[in-house]
């Protein structure tokens, strides 16, 4: 179903199994997902990926672990990434999103491309008091 | 510069005034941003888009008021929505955002944004334990 | 394949049944489709969506029932929600679209992609003949 | 403000001239809008960029001439065509789009944007009734 | 799984039939991919697409064939169009497209979504010097 | 015009002044761009963003320089960021972009987002025969 194929034996590169197992020891967890098992068809690309995902989404930071995921879900909803909103969904409830906090991210993100939509197509000024550079 | 000209004098239509005392009763402020007067030229989209921002986004809720924020950034950042971009950015600031934050969210989107555009090159399948609704 | 799971017994909510039996009753037909039945995990989320719904797209207006589907195809499409160009080429047909006139709208549809994607390449400049609101 | 620079004496090239000719014969109207004049740095992107849009938009067909203006802003608007909505808002409008049209083109749309992105954030499984190749 | 369905005997159509021979020769094959199957619902359509396809994609011209495939991915992509990547990814390898040559390109495209985020994000005002037409 | 405004002395930071000389050594060229002046509100966020640039962009590899910046551009015009469209534009332009290759450019992406539209607008199937990691 995808663009390339994973190896039969992928951690029989020793790039791809360092970053396989700093995942699961990242995670405190064996699953490693098909997103990880795809990239590794290119050590460079595995490893940049990961590495920036673990520094923005698996290191404490200001924003709350759960507020992260459920930015990460705006985002890949709005693209249409089906595979990121599942991986996603599943990570936000794994941090305890609540059915209710589900269907509150929902409703604002439905309202967001909804007024984005008339936004665009009435062509509204930018209010000056906006700018954050103004003079 | 838009595809509508707002009115001389916008609040001579009543529904257009009881919306936009609404909206200064509910910010406590009397500045009306651009969005709302070029809505107004038709009071029925003027009031079902201003009864549902309330709605979601004046009401307390689940979802802290600026987290509420964060993520209609990140919904109008993907979409290109420059207007919303502008509007939403301010209200986050004016709610607290820190320029910590920000570049957090910065950071986040557009680690999202790379994701999925790998995620839907490679057309990775989805893992059967992401579906919530699997038998 | 989803990110919720429907309950067993969806109409066990007084609120859910509510909504579906207008649904229902709106549309003449016993059939409710997967939108409604994935949106009941939140009885507000369903009843907020299928209120706006029912006034926009099966309530008598300016603009003929197919043309509103029509234009609910080509934001579909240009968004790339595979569920929605499903059930609003269904409901098209259902309202009568010709295959000439599904071809027709294809034609446009595609046409206003590819020029959308040339004015953004090349930036042109909006005349300003084009704005409403110019003084 | 844009990629490309159009030169001083575009209709020396014949085959601009030609092309901008149709143009102002088939719209009746001496006025050539921007999309035109940038696109003329290339004659052959001019000359198939304005064979189609002219079979497609300026050519009698199934739909109205209305509603495939309407169609175009739809696209236009989804895409965050800046330029696009604006000359197609402007030619729906010569084309006798009141007020209460526009309004409700934009009530539709925006409806159509929240709800590709709930189905998408839910992942909704297509119902096997809409698909017509179904066996 | 489609909205629109293939005649039993689709090259009983000479219009079908005569494109679907064009396509063979053109790319010394007899496979006919699946968009060309369903495009021929309509004949105009099949054969607007076709020539089109053909005269950029297929016909020898400044940017190297492989390249060309690689910008329709990189589009394709974007859009989050799945049959495009699958059908453009395909393409490419057939055209020699290495491993590592995919690698960068996927490198390359997730790149310039992420900075595409943050420019969108910061709304980041445009250098004069960058346009081509600045008098 | 932005969301955030830079610092009047931002290379009083020495974070940021190391990344502003790199920027200036790699490209030879005292001219820095909006995109920098503007990240550079978070050092860290600049230093990472920089650090992928550089070493996707402006590092030899597999690909012709003069084709990373058409992707680029590709990406960028899909995703509808202005800035990107004209930062890219001008970067291929200093590489050696001809206009002949500019309008081949634009005839393809052009094209892929027209079949894009249809490709998704039809729901056509994807053949077995793409499938990379079919059994």
């Not at 194929?5 to 699953?31: G, H, M, Q, Y």
């Not at 990926?49 to 923005?56: E, F, G, L, S, Y």
Request: glycine share 2%.
């Amino acid at each position: 179903m995808s663009t390339v194929k994973p190896a039969a034996d992928l951690e029989a590169d020793p790039r791809v199994k360092a970053v396989f197992d700093d995942i699961r020891a990242t995670r405190k967890s064996d699953f490693i997902n098909n997103m990880w098992l795809y990239l590794a068809f290119d050590p460079t690309l595995l490893e940049s990926t990961w590495r920036d995902v673990k520094a923005i989404m698996a290191t404490p930071s200001e924003l709350d672990p759960l507020v992260k995921e459920m930015l990460y879900i705006a985002v890949s909803a709005t693209n249409g990434c089906s595979y990121c909103v599942h991986s996603h969904t599943a990570a936000a409830k794994a941090k305890g999103m609540s059915e209710t906090q589900h269907a509150e991210l929902l409703s604002i993100i439905s309202l967001a491309a909804r007024t984005n939509q008339l936004a665009t197509a009435l062509q509204v000024p930018v209010d000056a008091a906006f700018y954050a550079d103004r003079s």
